[in-house]
């Protein structure tokens, strides 16, 4: 188990380039690609197995004999490139790195499922990945695990546009389903700044909360069902698409925030709420300390203005 540190934000994030101003919401230059370790002016991403005192457990290492299965079983989704590897294999604070040697990218549930039974019989080591916008690590290997990515698992199954029942696959981007969800008049349970490159697949295993959680409630109670892959092939189809559903066990809450620790999310079914008809931006403006000019509002207390939302691509003006 990795002790507790405080996380160390890098010194190049705070740090702007020659010239320039290194404070927030100035110029500060260009940041390099993200999971570059030699991008110009950057240091080296430190091993995570240096920075921390981890041991690694005896697992298999891979062999060509595993390439080649892999290769049988994914053709043309298997990656050893060491260039093609390196952002796959650093965080996006670019604090930890890992030293995986193969990723592995599937499209279906079933090529996920022999990968896993393989890995199994091997005993070799498997690090789920999503879209790798995480924050603390936890998509990125510590030592040398295989990584499976759900980047081309990213279908939409079905959708019901009477319920807004969305049915998809782990790797379909978050914006690209509020995009299509929004043209037939739903919206995406939950909205997150890193939208444009986050799976829904990663979301559900990291119970994310967003934008939108006290409006719509979180994960646990908008998905309605998973499809998951245990660590020996199994395939557990939970993917029911009832609102209601007392049969058994509610075994989809278990893989919802686990992290990929009991299984691989490969399919999700997820509750749309109807778009609504109209938005609203509050201000919140705090008044200053006594003495000042507060426009008639009371020292101490808050100033709320309630304003409808401009029409798409016009300027939203100040008013006195």
């Known amino acids: 188990m990795l002790p507790r540190r405080p996380l160390a934000w890098p010194a ?81 604070l670019r604090t930890l790195r890992g030293c995986s040697k193969v990723l592995l990218r599937p499209r279906t549930s079933e090529e996920v499922s022999h990968i896993l039974r393989h890995c199994h019989e091997r005993n070799l080591a498997v690090n789920p990945q999503g ?12 030592f040398d695990e295989i990584i499976l990515s759900t980047a081309r698992m990213n279908r939409v199954l079905s959708f019901h546009s009477v319920s807004g029942i969305l049915v998809c696959q782990a790797g379909c981007v978050l914006e690209e389903l509020s995009r ?21 697949g990663g979301n559900v295993a990291t119970n994310a909360g967003g934008l939108r959680f006290l409006r719509y409630g979180s994960l646990h109670g908008t998905v309605l069902g998973l499809e998951v892959v245990l660590a020996d092939g199994t395939v557990l189809d939970c993917l029911t698409s009832l609102r209601k559903d007392n049969t058994g066990y509610d075994l989809k809450q278990l893989f919802i925030g686990s992290e990929g620790t009991l299984g691989i999310i ?55």
Not at 14 to 22: D, I, K, N, S, Y
Not at 131 to 142: E, F, L, Q, Y
Not at 180 to 200: N, Q
Not at 293 to 317: I, K, N, S, T
């Open 180 to 200: 299509y969800v929004e043209e037939r008049d739903f919206i995406m349970p939950l909205d997150l700044g890193a939208k444009g490159s986050c799976h829904i």
């Open 266 to 320: 490969t399919a999700v079914s997820i509750l749309c709420p109807p778009k609504p008809r109209a938005v609203n931006v509050a201000f919140l403006d705090a008044v200053g300390p006594e003495g000042k000019d507060h426009r008639g509002a009371e020292p101490g207390w808050l100033r709320v203005q309630v304003r409808p939302l401009p029409p798409r691509g016009a300027a939203l003006r100040h008013r006195d």
């Open 131 to 142: 879209g790798n916008t995480g924050m603390v690590g936890g998509s990125i290997p510590v």
């Open 12 to 92: 190049w994030l705070l740090r702007g380039a020659p010239g320039a101003a290194g404070s927030w919401g100035r110029p500060v230059g260009p940041l390099p690609r993200r999971g570059c370790s030699s991008a110009p002016g950057t240091p080296e991403v430190p091993l995570t197995r240096e920075r921390y005192p981890v041991r690694r457990l005896p697992f298999s290492t891979v062999s060509k004999q595993d390439l080649a299965a892999f290769e049988r079983i994914v053709p043309g989704g298997v990656v050893t490139d060491p260039e093609a590897l390196q952002a796959p294999n650093v965080d996006w």
